[in-house]
Structures are given as structure tokens and as C-alpha cells.
């Protein structure tokens, strides 16, 4: 029975402290503590959410503008370039054949950069798959350099001996796209008989 006499002296010790420190107000009142407590908390987490807006809306913008510039190009491109303009690029670089496939155009760089100066190195790669098609393009600062990387024909590179020529020209109406098929060229005059 002591022990349910002791219980009942703390209920009564706890009802009494609530009394006389005002009762359930003060829970309301530890309440509003907590929430000012929360409050700078809160406020901290708005200011970073709003600077995270703003710094959206400011990558928006960049990302509008960066674009436009592609919607515009600036600078010249291959497909943009006067006749007269591809012949000079292309007399300024060599075609190297016989690449090896795993190789890279830093690598291509390297082995041709005491010819001269580099703009450019180019390994084609098939469009379907993605796979290099064993041959690449070097186009150099300037003209002299293509003579001095010509004496790099038959030189070994990764194991393979590569074919280095001056890059050729292609003229303007020799496509092979507007070929007919193979076997549906030239009939001549060969009728059936009349």
C-alpha cells in the first residue's frame, strides 16, 4: 500500500506545482519558447531557399543566353566556310591513315607536334556505333608544317606504319549521294530488239 500512497502524494505534489505556476498555460508558454526557437531556425532555412531561387533564375538566364549563342554561331564553322576558306584549312593539314584504333587525338598531337603547331586533330569515327574508323586529320597553324610532317609517312605509330599525305579538297558538285545505284546506271542503246 506504500506504494500507491506515494503515487498519490506525487500526483498531488504535481497538480500543486501546476497551480501555482499557472497550469496548462505554462505549456502553452514552453510552447511559444520552442517556436521562437524554431523561428531562427526557420527563418535560416527561408533565406536559403530564396537564395536557391535566385541563383536558378540566374542559371536560367545563362542558360538562355548560352542559347542564343548557339542559335547564332559567332565564329565560322566547316559547313559555314566559302570554298576558298576549306582550301586553306586543308592545305594547312594532313591526312593520316592507318591509325590505330584505340588511339587518341592527344596522342595524335604528340607524335606529330615537332612538325609544327596544331589547330586541330580529327579522328572520324563511324556515326552508328561510335567507333574510330582508322584514319584522322591534323590541321596545323601553318602551311610549312605539312611539308615537315610529310617526312613522318611510313613512321611507326602504336606498333602500326601510318600513311601521312596532304588532306585533298573536295570540289563542289562531286557528291557521292546524287549517284544512281550500283547496276542502274548508262543503258546505252542496248533495246530489246528494235
Known amino acids: ?12 505534489n504535481f497538480e500543486a506545482e501546476a497551480s501555482e505556476d499557472g497550469g496548462v498555460g505554462d505549456v502553452s508558454d514552453s510552447n511559444d519558447v520552442d517556436e521562437s ?17 535566385e541563383e536558378s ?25 566559302s570554298f576558298e576558306e576549306k582550301m586553306d584549312v586543308d592545305s594547312r593539314s594532313v591526312y593520316i591513315g592507318n591509325v590505330d584504333y584505340g588511339t587518341t587525338a592527344e596522342e595524335l598531337e604528340q607524335h606529330f607536334h615537332g612538325s609544327g603547331a596544331i589547330n586541330r586533330v580529327t579522328i572520324l569515327c563511324n556515326k552508328f556505333d561510335g ?17 615537315t610532317a610529310m617526312a613522318l609517312d611510313d613512321s611507326l605509330f602504336r606498333g602500326r606504319q601510318i600513311k601521312v599525305m596532304p588532306k585533298r ?20 542503246r542496248m533495246g530489246r530488239g528494235r
Open 57 to 81: 533564375e540566374k542559371l536560367r538566364q545563362l542558360q538562355s543566353e548560352v542559347d542564343k549563342q548557339l542559335a547564332t554561331p559567332s565564329s565560322p564553322s566547316s559547313v559555314n566556310m
Open 37 to 53: 526557437i524554431d523561428d531562427p531556425e526557420l527563418e535560416a532555412i527561408k533565406a536559403r531557399v530564396k537564395a536557391m531561387e
Open 1 to 12: 500500500m506504500s506504494g500507491t500512497d506515494e503515487l498519490g502524494e506525487d500526483q498531488l
Open 169 to 188: 579538297t573536295n570540289k563542289p558538285g562531286f557528291s557521292t549521294t546524287n549517284r544512281p545505284a550500283r547496276g542502274q546506271g548508262f543503258r546505252g
Open 131 to 147: 567507333h574510330p574508323k582508322g584514319f584522322a586529320f591534323v590541321e596545323f597553324t601553318d602551311k610549312d608544317s605539312v611539308q
